[in-house]
């Protein structure tokens, strides 16, 4: 479409009537337009509500497209039905920030494979894998634990140990675990991993310089600041002997020494840092890609510790304006920062701006991730405790029953945010 928006929804309509209708598509061409479709949709990152609005649109067709290619015979139909879904569903995911939307073609896609291929078979673990990743976006972190844990037994089982996708495997369940409070394990894991790969793989391998960086973060969750600060020290040192001082990852890298030097204290030199790979971003990545605004928000947060809220807030502003332009309003990004905004301003003594802020990010959340999310439940629970700093009881009570349903649950299952907020709950009640 050479960038014309207003032809996209034509061109998409007709690709998708011509995958949908024709029942004897040869095979050659249907790949053709699913490749078309996929470079369209890839097309529109960074489009804001335009390309929102046009993803939305395109998702019964990428329905429609899968079951429509799953419907022909042939192995080569088959490999195409797969590619073409998987591909789908990871891109709505961790690109739009549309876990909700890749939901259903991550589990048919797991479905399909175990009853077709075998619930061991590489592609249906594959699968699956991704699909525990999305129930973890999801807030629906037992779901995701057990779908990792049946991940790993199998790829142990088929694959061994040292297999790279093995790997892989131990470090997302331990980031499952990491996220529902239990550091402990998720550090176990990711110690043993670490010791496998850098054996295995080498101490430089890609799957080892991975697993650092999520023992670094996990080891700063469980207090350990020191440790986690020489794990980053020595994975920047190796992302710039492998990569080079400007690829993505060594950039990462630089941002996470920065927040490690933070969280071991030393304010100055992680400022500085902080500064040091911000400036970086913007040099290499331009001044509006998504890692650039997350080294933002770490200079407003240390603004913030350092009692500029002003200027805090005003980094926050900024990396708002991009993103609702980019990522456009619904996109969880986009949340979090409104709900960094509406914190600091609560902190500025700006309290009626900071509930109507939050009020606007709980609607959003509540419709996008749902009421039983562990994002929305914090967002509630922050709106309930202004409610009642200001003396709204009735809004208060009302989310106060939103919340209540925590109290019902096993806190040992809950995440680390709802066993708090369950926690304060009870406290309240008891008041």
Request: overall charge negative; some cysteine.
């Amino acid at each position: 479409t050479g960038g014309n928006r207003e032809y996209f929804g034509t061109i998409h309509r007709v690709l998708g009537d011509y995958l949908c209708s024709w029942a004897e598509t040869p095979q050659a061409e249907a790949e053709r337009v699913a490749d078309a479709i996929v470079r369209c949709i890839t097309g529109l990152r960074g489009t804001g509500d335009d390309g929102i609005r046009y993803v939305r649109l395109c998702i019964p067709v990428i329905h429609a497209a899968f079951d429509h290619f799953l419907a022909e015979s042939g192995f080569q139909w088959l490999m195409l039905a797969l590619k073409f879904a998987d591909w789908s569903g990871v891109e709505l995911a961790e690109w739009w920030g549309m876990a909700s939307a890749a939901h259903p073609f991550m589990e048919k896609l797991a479905a399909w494979s175990e009853t077709s291929l075998g619930a061991g078979d590489p592609l249906t673990l594959k699968f699956k894998s991704n699909l525990a990743n999305i129930f973890r976006d999801q807030g629906d972190l037992t779901r995701a634990q057990e779908l990792h844990e049946f991940v790993l037994t199998e790829r142990k089982r088929i694959l061994g140990e040292e297999d790279p996708d093995t790997l892989a495997t131990m470090s997302n369940l331990a980031i499952t675990h990491r996220e529902r409070g239990n550091v402990v394990k998720a550090q176990e894991l990711l110690e043993q991993a670490l010791a496998v790969s850098s054996q295995a793989l080498g101490e430089e391998h890609e799957y080892t310089l991975i697993i650092i960086q999520n023992l670094a973060l996990t080891l700063e969750y469980a207090g350990d600041t020191t440790r986690a600060y020489e794990l980053n020290k020595q994975l920047l040192a190796s992302r710039m002997r492998v990569l080079g001082h400007e690829h993505p990852d060594t950039l990462a890298a630089m941002h996470n020494l920065a927040i490690s030097q933070i969280e071991a204290g030393d304010l100055a030199e992680g400022h500085a840092s902080a500064e040091r790979a911000a400036a970086k971003y913007v040099e290499v990545m331009g001044d509006e890609h998504r890692d650039t605004l997350a080294a933002f928000e770490t200079l407003a947060t240390l603004r913030a510790r350092e009692g500029d809220l002003a200027g805090a807030r005003s980094l926050h502003e900024r990396v708002l304006d991009v993103r609702l332009r980019t990522s456009g309003p619904e996109h969880p990004a986009t949340l979090s920062t409104m709900q960094k905004i509406a914190e600091t301003l609560h902190d500025e003594g700006q309290i009626q701006p900071a509930i109507e802020l939050f009020k606007k990010v709980l609607a959003v959340r509540t419709e996008v991730l749902g009421l039983h999310h562990p994002e929305t439940s914090q967002t509630a629970w922050f709106l309930f405790r202004l409610l009642m700093e200001v003396g709204d009881y009735d809004n208060a009570t009302t989310l106060l029953h939103s919340l209540e349903w925590l109290l019902e649950e096993n806190e040992d299952g809950l995440a680390p945010i709802h066993a708090h907020i369950a926690k304060q709950l009870r406290t309240f009640d008891a008041a």
